[in-house]
């Protein structure tokens, strides 16, 4: 189930300060820190765990046209992370490394879960994802992702520079090991 949990600027903690569940307040917390989130329908598409990038973007290509027209997005790719990937804890440590990019960045999730770390002034903000779910950061804002320790999940990265996530900056901070790990937020442990 997706969830927005907040944790308060004044620093690390294992418990946040409020969780919301019900999509329209999450999309309106977000709002108002200038991140963008949707439940998207997507269509029904049986795809192997294997499919090639090319075939994840056809199989989506009418809500990815509508997403690059509306948010000005040039380049698409994919990703698809199982626990079973080769480069899973390179992977892993690159994307749990905060970091901004100079353009807008969206992500779409078409399977599975992963959890996004957003810092804004006021405190760091976890948005759990799920299959439907789409956020997109403005430029900027740094954040962090978290694919979980056994991660399964395939989501469609979208960006408004055609050098894609190779235009991620480093800020140099790792608060990834201060916050709750996507299993605790989604309650495994």
Do not use: K
């Amino acid at each position: 189930m997706t969830q927005l949990s907040f944790y308060p600027a004044a620093g690390p903690s294992d418990e946040p300060a409020y969780v919301i569940r019900d999509p329209e307040a999450i999309r309106g917390r977000l709002a108002a820190i200038d991140v963008r989130y949707e439940r998207l329908a997507l269509p029904s598409v049986e795809m192997e765990p294997d499919a090639l990038q090319d075939e994840v973007i056809e199989a989506y290509r009418e809500t990815l046209d509508g997403l690059m027209q509306d948010h000005g997005f040039v380049a698409v790719d994919v990703l698809c992370v199982t626990a079973a990937h080769p480069n899973l804890a390179r992977l892993r440590e690159e994307f749990t490394s905060e970091h901004w990019h100079r353009n807008r960045e969206g992500r779409l999730f078409v399977d599975g879960r992963g959890l996004f770390y957003i810092r804004r002034d006021d405190g760091i903000y976890a948005l759990l994802c799920e299959r439907g779910d789409l956020v997109c950061l403005p430029a900027g804002v740094s954040h962090w992702f978290d694919m979980g320790e056994r991660p399964a999940f395939r989501s469609i990265r979208l960006f408004a520079d055609a050098e894609g996530w190779g235009g991620a900056v480093p800020t140099g901070r790792d608060p990834a090991e201060h916050f709750p790990t996507l299993e605790r937020q989604a309650g495994e442990r």
